[in-house]
């Protein structure tokens, strides 16, 4: 990784790379240290669906300004890996054709082991903890049941246990004929229409009100070219798959007791229904015997809590999180 100060924090610097993964694809990957000296601990963060890891750069100045080093990297089909697995929302190596046995699901965690790995090697002996947020906190379940070894804690934000509104076998059974006919790579609505009902109750100004309630910050992501796109059929169906896989209770069964896990969601987040697939995540999460598990829902916050009006106190209750259990 070569680093860049760009001068907004005196506290932090924000260093840019490549990770290249086990298949060829050349993963973005992003980092934040505090300047004075080793971290506490090190949070990865795995960001969401249609979106990429750069969003998060407020949050991770802020850790990094308690202590805390900061990694995260962008997906396949997301920000700057998006170019070398065929275009946003598109998750095929180059190599692959858009038609072989590639499942992006699996290749994704994978690419977040290999980042986690990478900071093992770089801090020996420093606490890792996963930051999953949305699709990332499905992402970082899935790892939190293959490769908790190398974990010191889990947070997920914006999360439900299972896809808002889709039938499994159903959404299966399309999106594995849409790939037979058009292949991995073909456009899909399958995300759009899955999430087109979010906005109902908002004031329709762009269609995505339902992420904060900071006009700022939805405008942000509007404007923004590496937001909001469409998501494949490949990516779909692997998507859909790994819901499936994670909520297998041999998956389940598969984190460790010892893991302290925190959930973290806004009441009026649309992706949760009601806050039902977040009780039906913790009950399962209990049932997986997990010991140290908390949870936290902000009144009247939307999806992205970290960009949310009521941000600083996410901030603080995070970061107390993280004091409590590696600091």
């Given at each position: 990784?070569?680093?860049?100060?760009?001068?907004r924090d005196a506290t932090t610097a924000r260093s840019t790379g490549l990770l290249t993964a086990s298949d060829g694809v050349a993963v973005a990957t992003?980092?934040?240290?505090?300047?004075?000296?080793?971290?506490?601990?090190?949070?990865?963060?795995?960001?969401?669906?249609?979106?990429?890891?750069?969003?998060?750069?407020?949050?991770?100045?802020?850790?990094?300004?308690?202590?805390?080093?900061?990694?995260?990297?962008?997906?396949?089909?997301?920000?700057?890996?998006?170019?070398?697995?065929?275009?946003?929302?598109?998750?095929?190596?180059?190599?692959?054709?858009?038609?072989?046995?590639?499942?992006?699901?699996?290749?994704?965690?994978?690419?977040?082991?290999?980042?986690?790995?990478?900071?093992?090697?770089?801090?020996?002996?420093?606490?890792?903890?996963?930051?999953?947020?949305?699709?990332?906190?499905?992402?970082?379940?899935?790892?939190?049941?293959?490769?908790?070894?190398?974990?010191?804690?889990?947070?997920?934000?914006?999360?439900?246990?299972?896809?808002?509104?889709?039938?499994?076998?159903?959404?299966?059974?399309?999106?594995?004929?849409?790939?037979?006919?058009?292949?991995?790579?073909?456009?899909?609505?399958?995300?759009?229409?899955?999430?087109?009902?979010?906005?109902?109750?908002?004031?329709?100004?762009?269609?995505?009100?339902?992420?904060?309630?900071?006009?700022?910050?939805?405008?942000?992501?509007?404007?923004?070219?590496?937001?909001?796109?469409?998501?494949?059929?490949?990516?779909?169906?692997?998507?859909?798959?790994?819901?499936?896989?994670?909520?297998?209770?041999?998956?389940?069964?598969?984190?460790?007791?010892?893991?302290?896990?925190?959930?973290?969601?806004?009441?009026?987040?649309?992706?949760?229904?009601?806050?039902?697939?977040?009780?039906?995540?913790?009950?399962?999460?209990?049932?997986?015997?997990?010991?140290?598990?908390?949870?936290?829902?902000?009144?009247?916050?939307?999806?992205?809590?970290?960009?949310?009006?009521?941000?600083?106190?996410?901030?603080?209750?995070?970061?107390?999180?993280?004091?409590?259990?590696?600091?």
């Open positions: 990784m070569s680093e860049y100060d760009d001068g992003y980092g934040w240290q505090p300047r004075d000296g080793r971290p506490r601990a090190v949070v990865q963060i795995v960001h969401g669906a249609a979106e990429h890891a750069l969003r998060y750069e407020r949050f991770a100045r802020h850790l990094a300004a308690h202590g805390y080093g900061v990694v995260a990297s962008d997906h396949r089909g997301h920000g700057a890996t998006a170019p070398g697995t065929g275009g946003y929302g598109v998750a095929e190596p180059a190599d692959g054709g858009g038609r072989g046995g590639t499942d992006a699901w699996r290749a994704m965690v994978d690419d977040l082991k290999a980042v986690g790995d990478q900071v093992r090697a770089l801090h020996p002996g420093v606490p890792v903890v996963l930051f999953g947020h949305s699709l990332g906190s499905m992402l970082a379940r899935d790892y939190a049941q293959e490769y908790a070894d190398g974990l010191a804690g889990l947070v997920l934000s914006g999360t439900f246990r299972s896809l808002p509104g889709a039938e499994t076998e159903s959404a299966l059974a399309r999106l594995g004929r849409e790939v037979a006919e058009g292949g991995r790579a073909a456009p899909s609505s399958f995300v759009t229409e899955l999430f087109a009902s979010f906005n109902d109750g908002h004031r329709h100004r762009t269609g995505f009100e339902w992420l904060s309630r900071d006009e700022a910050e939805v405008d942000a992501y509007v404007a923004d070219e590496r937001c909001g796109f469409p998501f494949s059929a490949g990516l779909s169906l692997d998507w859909v798959r790994g819901v499936r896989k994670i909520n297998d209770p041999r998956a389940l069964a598969r984190v460790p007791a010892d893991l302290p896990v925190h959930v973290a969601v806004g009441t009026q987040d649309p992706c949760h229904q009601g806050m039902t697939l977040v009780y039906e995540l913790l009950e399962d999460l209990r049932y997986a015997g997990v010991r140290d598990l908390t949870w936290t829902a902000y009144d009247g916050a939307r999806h992205e809590i970290l960009n949310e009006t009521n941000r600083d106190e996410v901030q603080r209750d995070l970061t107390r999180w993280l004091d409590e259990r590696v600091g």
